[in-house]
């Protein structure tokens, strides 16, 4: 488990004394995906930074498991980040060595392996990465999802309990990032891993994270469950964040709303309901007639979910009555 | 020159020129060794505690950049003759091949070192960051990362130091430090005869080709894509 607290970092920008993190507090928990989403500026790259002390935070603690990072000397510090992995956007591959001599890299650091040992494990992690006929090839031949493979290897190489990611696939074109996300969960799901990364997309989010944090000006806004936070969203950056990805219901903020005389209703599907015929079923029971106004059916990490609008005209049941309706089908429902 | 009789060429002494030619090569050969060897260590010094660097260390930098100026903005001529003394206490002459290579060496090195600092300012940020997240130490990031990753260019720094050395060498005639610079100025100036500077000029010409060449391909063959 990774444990963060009160983190604060500050900048000096022209004099002015800026805060990148205030009081940053964060639970991980050992073998899931935590993202922290926000905007540039936000104070990510700072906070990731702060996970492995590339970057002291002015005060506040870190602890990875029982050892208390931000405690530790230089040394001792080299001595763990052996075991944090990091991947970056830009790669930071060694342009001088090959495929293989990168992932090599790392065990050499820590030189506790002899040279028939260092080779044996870049074999197993060059299969892992699905890289193994690349192995004699300099990064500079390499595609940008290849690169990131090679990254993603190094980074595995000394065992870590803890993988970072530093926007690891805001380089990549779509079909590379969900190739990038899948190899991501599988390793998460393989080696027990945690792995926490950054991002200001919500689709990588929504893809891969278990838990999630909205960072905005050096604070947590929001956090919480994925599914939890992106089917109800609470604040306003979050929201907005959502909006960008087609999700969420920012249709309704229309002018056309007005011209809707029926209640409406917000109805949300998480899991089974949404595999099942439920709004066909109280429809029929109830004699409730629908208007389908604006929706998102799609899946969180493997759950699927459905969030839809709906304009409704009741005969037989009063408005009000129908949130216990649909509860009782698994259906969250709300009237707006 | 357009009356410049070729048959002088015959009456050149081509013995004393081998033997000059030999002498540049050996002043070339040593004082580049020694500045690699010197100037290789002061450039990752410098580049270090450089503020904002790996162990930025703002004094020292600011001492050592000085100093590395100061040496720098010293036209070479003066430098010969200002460097007598130290020469005489290290290799007990200040003429010949042998008292040449210490002003060489000593305008060479500030030189090089600059460009090696400079050359290590273009390795990128993130992959020395990335050695850090790795768990490096100083010593492995420039062992493992700075200097490989910076090879090309560092190809580069020795070549133009190298062609510069050569001009040094030349100038070193002025204090009887032989080689072909002394054999231009001895006979070429001081006894007009002009087909013995011809000559030389021609070979630190060549001299100058061959070296470039071969750096620009080992920078070719190093490079890593």
Known sequence: ?????????????????????????????????????????????????????????????????????????????????????????????????TVAANVRFPLELAGELDAAQMDARVDELLALVGLQDHQHKRPAQLSGGQKQRVGIARALANRPDVLLCDEATSALDPETTDSILTLLADINRQLRLTIVLITHDMRVIRQLCDEVAVLDHGRVVEQGRVIDVLLQPQHAVTQSLLAETGFGQGALQGQWRERISTPVLKLTFVGEPALQPVLDKVGRETGLRVNLLAGTLSEIKATPFGQLLAGVVASDVAVSALPDIFAREGVRCEVL | MTDFDW???????????????????????????????????LGVLLYVTAPGQLRARP???????????????????????????????????????????????????????????????????????????????????????????????????????????????????????????????????????????????????????????????????????
């Not at chain 1, 970092?9 to 073998?31: F, N, Q, T």
């Not at chain 1, 530790?72 to 790669?91: A, D, T």
């Not at chain 2, 001492?63 to 290290?90: A, D, E, M, Y």
């Not at chain 2, 042998?98 to 993130?126: C, S, T, Y």
Request: aromatic share 6%.
């Open chain 2, 59 to 225: 004094r020292l930098y600011a001492v050592l950049s000085f100093l590395v100026n100061v040496l720098r903005s010293l036209p070479f001529v003066i430098l010969l003759i200002v460097l007598i003394p130290l020469t005489l206490l290290l290799v007990g002459t200040s003429i010949g091949v042998a008292g040449a290579i210490v002003p060489l060496v000593v305008g060479a090195v500030p030189f090089f070192g600059r460009l090696v600092e400079n050359v290590l300012r273009e390795v990128d940020r993130g992959v020395i960051e990335a050695s850090q997240a790795m768990g490096a130490r100083l010593p492995q990031i420039v062992f493992k990362v700075l200097l490989p990753e910076a090879l090309p260019g560092l190809i580069g720094a020795v070549t133009v130091t190298a062609v510069a050395l050569v001009g040094y060498t030349a100038m070193s005639g002025v204090i009887g430090g032989g080689g072909l610079g002394d054999l231009a100025v001895r006979y070429g100036y001081q006894r007009f005869q002009t087909e013995v500077m011809v000559v030389t000029v021609a070979l630190l010409l060549v001299l100058v080709q061959l070296l470039q060449s071969a750096g620009d391909r080992l920078v070719r063959r190093c490079r890593f894509d």
């Open chain 1, 1 to 97: 488990m990774i444990q963060v607290r009160d983190l604060t970092k500050h900048y000096s920008h022209h004099g002015r004394r800026v805060a990148a993190l205030d009081l940053v507090s964060l639970r991980i928990d050992a073998g899931s995906i935590f993202g922290i989403i926000g905007r540039s500026g936000a104070g990510k790259s700072t906070l990731i930074r702060c996970l492995n002390l590339l970057e002291r935070p002015d005060s506040g603690e870190v602890r990875i498991g029982d050892d208390a990072l931000t405690a530790y000397s230089e040394r001792q510090l080299q001595q763990r980040r052996q075991r944090i992995g990091m991947v970056f956007q830009h790669f930071n591959l060694l342009r001088s060595r």
């Open chain 2, 7 to 41: 048959n002088l060429l015959l009456s050149v002494d081509w013995p004393e020129i081998g033997a000059a030619t030999l002498d540049t090569l050996t002043m070339l050969g040593v004082s580049l060794l020694a500045t690699v060897a010197l100037g290789l260590p």
